[in-house]
């Protein structure tokens, strides 16, 4: 593709301050709003002799559109459009990650339907890594010698070419192509485009805006990250409470509508606060505080770009932008080339009272598995009958011509005037699992699944289990993260050693010892999540709690019922700080009791586990020894992809806020389902 710039854009990328659509900034300043007449005959020269080096011109009304298309940035979006459009599934873009013109080989990699093909296609991406970091080593050092590293060489011209060759031994990085994936995702895009682009338009954004998710998931709306985030629109569940319903019975992060007005809220209010689309687009990835504070140090979109390189702007925030551009580009050709999937018609019912699944599938004459597709927003507990559908929730429901009579004829009879409520039971000295499970009418298994155990986990004194509801036969079974094996565990129960609390364990017998057995989830303590050294002031109750991965201050806020600023202060913590995996904090009960915060705790802890294990599995695990200069954050987010509360499943007798030089870790592999 060719990328074509005028004077005026290219000057704009110290300067350039978008408006929202309509509205008149005078501080944008443009080369093409300047009269002087010695200006003006310098831009003819400059531009003029621009055009003679880049191939074309992109006309000043353009660059001033709502996403500029900056010239550092250039070779990024060509780079993103040939991952979208040109490069297969079966091929790996070999390339430096801080110039991504620099390209240096692409692989093939195996169909992800072989079997072992992800253990294949990870080491094949990173032998050809390797094997590239070695050539470039070898040329900073001396002459190229074979036609490939001839090839590599020619790369590098410029008068620091030996000092950017070693620079780039460390910079080499694998992409995979995106072809069939992106092409899949524009298909899927017609049944919501239309309805996506008119909620940007209610909100006076723009609507290219729309092609986002295919950034973000392909448009799949069932896509789960690693790292918690959910849906088409891919929100953490901390900043999709801010703007939608996400708890045991509805996860909005997955119904594509209500996700898109929680998006153009989120962008909206990141336009205002950054001033241009390209900040707030980024600060979709990187969040709108830490946009905030590199707009504060660099200033504009590509001074960022260029040289920003504090916090966590890496790799996928530098480029979120650039594959934004290149994403529309793409999609709008394809767009024009094949048939797109048309929106579903549906008729919808906001409830007026909580309602068992069963009543409104025998009313409506329906399916759970209908209602379960028309409705992604409602969790398995809902379809499993644990828990009712929610009042006040909008319900769609097949479009046909004797739906809105039905609608018109529910009896009031079937609504409930409250949710069924969580059980709890706490574990007592001397009970067993099955005991347990004989005194609420459950089935182990069941018990064992509520609770995200298998037949070795074990079961501590003082622990609160979740008891799953009476389901009325429909056969609902919990998500679990590793499958309940037929054969019921013998639980027994061990006395104290070392102070250690006494526990019910399951019977080990059969525990596999293979290191590679992927059937085996270790257990968490889950007493750890207990308030503890509770006491009374007045009329509320202080305790004291340790921070858990993926917990922060908003979510405590939440689950207490107060807001951020009150709850910083109230436990003396500074202010602007956030809190981190294993400090112990304290807390006060005044709107909340102790044991329905810990509930509530248990609540996200088993909801982030079911979540990823929909989604994905572990299919093994590998050692790694620390290095200088590791942190936890580029251990789980750069290095192995994987959610810093799995690797403290697989490593909690380490303290891993204190990483230390040559130790240990357990690392888990984690493939998608």
Not at 102 to 125: C, E, H, M, W
Not at 245 to 271: F, G
Not at 378 to 388: Q, S, T
């Amino acid at each position: 593709m060719i990328n074509v710039f005028t004077m005026s854009q290219f000057f704009q990328e110290s300067m350039h301050i978008s408006a929202m659509p309509g509205r008149q900034v005078s501080q944008t300043t443009t080369l093409c709003s300047m009269t002087t007449r010695p200006v003006r005959w310098f831009i003819l020269l400059a531009s003029t002799i621009l055009f003679l080096v880049l191939p074309g011109t992109l006309t000043c009304s353009a660059a001033s559109k709502p996403f500029p298309l900056y010239y550092a940035i250039v070779d990024n979006v060509n780079f993103w459009e040939k991952i979208y459009s040109t490069y297969s599934l079966n091929q790996a873009v070999i390339h430096d990650s801080d110039d991504l013109s620099k390209v240096y080989g692409v692989i093939s990699l195996v169909d992800d339907k072989t079997p072992g093909a992800s253990k294949i296609n990870s080491q094949r991406q990173q032998q050809a890594i390797e094997n590239y970091s070695r050539m470039l080593t070898r040329l900073a050092g001396g002459s190229p010698v074979t036609g490939e590293e001839k090839r590599i060489a020619a790369l590098f011209t410029g008068p620091n070419r030996l000092q950017e060759l070693r620079n780039a031994a460390k910079n080499v990085r694998s992409q995979r192509g995106q072809k069939e994936r992106f092409l899949e995702g524009v298909v899927k895009s017609g049944a919501f485009l239309e309805e996506i682009r008119a909620i940007f338009r209610s909100y006076n954004l723009p609507e290219d805006l729309a092609y986002l998710p295919h950034v973000e998931s392909s448009f799949n709306t069932r896509a789960y990250s690693k790292f918690g985030a959910a849906g088409m629109w891919q929100f953490t569940r901390s900043t999709g409470k801010l703007y939608m319903m996400i708890n045991s019975e509805v996860d909005e992060r997955l119904d594509p509508i209500l996700a898109t007005h929680a998006a153009a809220k989120y962008l909206r209010n990141s336009y205002e606060k950054l001033g241009t689309w390209p900040l707030a687009i980024t600060s979709y990835n990187y969040g709108l505080a830490g946009m905030l504070r590199a707009r504060e140090d660099k200033g504009s979109y590509s001074e960022i770009y260029r040289n920003y390189q504090k916090g966590y702007f890496k790799f996928a925030s530098k480029n979120f932008y650039s594959e934004f551009l290149a994403a529309r580009m793409v999609a709008e050709k394809l767009e024009k080339k094949y048939r797109l999937h048309r929106p579903q018609r549906v008729t919808t019912f906001k409830l007026r009272g909580f309602v068992h699944i069963n009543q409104l599938t025998d009313h409506f004459r329906t399916t759970v598995a209908t209602l379960q597709r028309l409705n992604p927003a409602l969790r398995a507990p809902v379809f499993g009958g644990e828990k009712l559908v929610p009042e006040g929730y909008t319900l769609r429901l097949p479009n046909e011509q004797s739906t809105a009579k039905l609608i018109n004829s529910f009896p009031s009879s079937r609504f409930k005037s409250s949710q069924n409520q969580n059980l709890f039971h706490r574990v007592k000295k001397g009970e067993t699992a099955g005991a347990i499970a004989r005194q609420y009418d459950i089935s182990l298994s069941d018990l064992l699944s509520a609770n995200n155990l298998d037949r070795f986990s074990t079961i501590y004194i003082r622990q609160k289990l979740r008891i799953p509801l009476s389901h009325g036969g429909i056969g609902f079974v919990p998500v679990s993260p590793v499958a309940v094996l037929n054969a019921k565990p013998k639980i027994v129960a061990l006395s104290p050693q070392g102070g250690a609390p006494p526990v019910l364990t399951a019977a080990k017998k059969n525990k596999p010892t293979s290191w590679q057995s992927t059937d085996f989830l270790p257990s968490k303590d889950p007493t750890i999540y207990n308030v503890f050294n509770i006491t009374t002031r007045g009329d509320f109750k202080v305790g004291q709690v340790v921070v858990q991965p993926e917990e922060s201050l908003e979510l405590f806020a939440q689950w207490l019922n107060t807001d951020i600023a009150t709850l910083t202060r109230m436990s003396n913590l500074p202010r602007g700080r956030q809190i981190s995996p294993g400090q112990k904090i304290q807390l006060f009960f005044n709107h909340v009791s102790p044991d329905k915060f810990e509930e509530k705790r248990l609540d996200f802890l088993n909801e982030t586990e079911e979540d990823f294990f929909s989604a994905y599995t572990v299919i093994g695990k590998t050692m790694y020894t620390v290095e200088p200069g590791d942190t936890l954050w580029d251990l789980c987010y750069n290095k192995f992809d994987i959610p810093l509360w799995l690797l403290e499943r697989y490593n909690s007798t380490i303290n891993l806020a204190q990483l230390r030089h040559s130790q240990e870790l357990i690392i888990p592999l984690v493939q998608q389902l």
